[in-house]
Nanobody, 121 residues
Framework: QVQLVESGGGLVQAGGSLTLSCAAS????????MGWYRQALGKQRGLVAG???????NYADSVKGRFTISRNTAKNTVYLRMSSLKPEDTAVYYC???????????????WGQGTQVTVSS
């Protein structure tokens, strides 16, 4: 299994910044992509940002220019630097990893427990 542990959420004023961290541990052969999703109250979970094993990144249009995703492959850790935060960024943020548990095996999605980010106006 792959365990993902998130940290860094909290309450911040609009215009402020927060950095989320997520560390992967457990038994796995490799991790392909890592990313962050969010789910606001009453809404579906959606992709915020992702980073591939080679470092390629993608972002939701709503966060481009404000959020930066990065990854430390050696530490199996992914970060999300969030700047110029807006009240509409308020949500539970979930870490995601697409991992292969053994050589030649199929990949599977793994999720963290979620961390609350609240942006006050």
């Amino acid at each position: 299994q792959v365990q993902l542990v998130e940290s860094g959420g909290g309450l911040v004023q609009a215009g402020g910044s927060l950095t989320l961290s997520c560390a992967a541990s457990g038994n796995f052969f490799s991790i392909n992509t890592m990313g962050w999703y969010r789910q606001a109250l009453g809404k579906q979970r959606g992709l915020v940002a992702g980073v591939g094993s080679g470092g390629s990144t993608n972002y939701a249009d709503s966060v481009k220019g404000r959020f930066t995703i990065s990854r430390n492959t050696a530490k199996n850790t992914v970060y999300l630097r969030m700047s110029s935060l807006k009240p509409e960024d308020t949500a539970v943020y979930y870490c995601n990893a697409v991992a292969r548990r053994y050589l030649g095996g199929t990949t599977a999605d793994y999720w963290g427990q979620g961390t609350q980010v609240t942006v006050s106006s």
